[in-house]
């Protein structure tokens, strides 16, 4: 089975300028998590979806968002760029497993 | 919210040794997994454990669920173990079973 696949894998943006990160998952699973990873503050939850709705959302700002699509793939917006926002996107699949399968990531740069 | 420590921050080893990392989390788990990144980010899933033992080839990890930790056991280390080892939790609180809460990581340097 193929794994979890992430697009792009590096991105620079400038400030104001908005981004779409894509998600794929491991055929048949239902559920995409984002995770956010920064050196000050570690890896954190963003939101997960799962068929086609948002289940769960952390504590960032109504700058991001995401979607999911019938397909089960996966889709997160960061807009108005700033640059604390610079960092390593991460999304994870899973379900109906229990354990969560992590992308190797896009690592946004906002300059 | 839940608190997730892992000990040591860092650790430094000759290669051959073994080792203990250790993730102490504040609350019931529903879902407790153990995480390997790797130098390019990507997070490797090592096992998904929230009680009980498990082993996979030189990795075990034992979870303790009532009183609240895990343990990582690392034996006979190589070079390619070097990286930052995660903990991660979902507390059992009835909702989702996917948002998890990281630890700060341990830093893993073996050298040859």
């Known amino acids: 089975k193929a794994g979890v696949t992430q697009t792009p894998r590096y991105l620079i943006k400038t400030r104001g300028q908005q981004v779409t990160l894509s998600c794929s998952p491991i055929?048949?699973?239902?559920?995409v998590s984002w995770y956010q990873q920064t050196p000050g503050q570690g890896l954190q939850f963003l939101f997960e979806?799962?068929?086609?709705?948002?289940?769960n959302k952390g504590n960032f700002p109504g700058r991001f968002s995401g979607r999911q699509f019938s397909n089960s793939r996966s889709e997160m917006n960061v807009s108005t760029l700033e640059l604390g926002d610079s960092a390593l996107y991460l999304c994870?699949?899973?379900?109906?497993?229990?354990?969560?399968?992590f992308g190797p990531g896009t690592r946004l740069t906002v300059l | 919210g839940i608190q997730v420590e892992q000990s040591p921050p860092d650790l430094i080893l000759q290669e051959g040794a073994n080792s203990t990392l250790r993730c102490n989390f504040s609350?019931?788990?529903?879902?407790l997994q153990w995480f390997h990144q790797n130098p390019w980010g990507q997070l490797i899933n090592l096992f998904y454990?929230?009680?009980g033992t498990k082993q996979n080839g030189r990795l075990s990890a034992t979870t303790v669920a009532t009183e609240r930790y895990s343990l990582l056991y690392i034996s006979s280390s190589q070079t390619t173990d070097s990286g930052v080892y995660f903990c991660?939790?979902?507390?059992?609180?009835?909702?989702?079973?996917?948002?998890?809460?990281f630890g700060k990581g341990t830093l893993l340097t073996v050298n040859p």
């Open positions: 994870a699949s899973s379900y109906p497993t229990d354990t969560q399968y």
């Open positions: 979806y799962f068929s086609e709705t948002q289940r």
């Open positions: 991660a939790v979902v507390p059992y609180s009835g909702g989702s079973n996917y948002k998890l809460t």
């Open positions: 454990i929230p009680s």
């Open positions: 609350d019931s788990v529903n879902n």
């Open positions: 055929s048949g699973h239902r559920s």
